[in-house]
């Protein structure tokens, strides 16, 4: 019996690796993060101004201090053929006022290769920021999305994420309005 690719990939996808990244990844997680930083918001913004944001936002030096920084962490899930499959970063960050008083995290980066969109990775990334929150005795998440980014927002929803607002986020010149999402995650 021969393996068509699909079916290669998903036996591949069969068990996901799921880890934190340390300092030593930082070139290579920069260079990922970057990637599809670029590839989710092309469309959307002058290149210009993506150029600009990327160069600091994903520069090698700045993802060291971000894998560093006390209360972040940066889970990735990856396989042993395609290597880094999507990534998230989550942070003690104040949280909104949708979750005032609560120990929430921030899932402030959550990003799928998108040759890998739809196949389970964003469920595999998601339920281990569940457990990372849980482990932190942290009972809430929360995120920004993009408004005009239909496919994250369902999936955030279908996640067991709520709106609870918008909080601007500037890239270049722009200024949007995105989404602020939080999910309880305490005994669910």
């Known amino acids: 019996m021969t393996t068509t690719p ?3 990939a998903r036996h591949r996808f069969a068990e996901p690796r799921v ?10 997680y920069s260079a990922f993060a970057e990637r599809l930083f670029r ?13 600009d944001y990327v160069s600091h936002a994903f520069s090698p030096q700045q993802q060291t201090a971000e894998l560093t920084e006390p209360g972040g962490r940066v ?3 990856e396989d042993g053929v395609d290597g880094l499959l999507g990534f998230a970063h989550l942070r003690q960050t104040p949280s909104p006022p949708a979750l005032a008083g609560r120990f929430a995290l921030e899932v402030s980066r959550f990003y799928v290769d ?25 009972d809430a998440l929360w995120l920004l999305v993009y408004q005009q980014n239909a496919r994250a927002v369902a999936f955030y929803e279908k996640s067991g994420f709520k709106r609870s607002g918008t909080q601007p986020f500037k890239l270049g010149r722009r200024i949007d309005q995105d989404w602020v999402m939080v999910r309880l995650v305490a005994g669910t």
């Open 19 to 28: 880890r934190a990244l340390s300092a030593s990844d930082a070139t290579a």
């Open 75 to 77: 889970l990735v899930v």
């Open 39 to 51: 590839e989710t918001y092309v469309d959307g913004y002058e290149p210009a101004d993506i150029d």
């Open 114 to 138: 998108r040759p890998w969109h739809g196949r389970g990775i964003a469920r595999v990334l998601m339920s281990a920021c569940i457990a990372e929150a849980r482990s932190r005795g942290a």
């Open 6 to 8: 699909d079916a290669a």
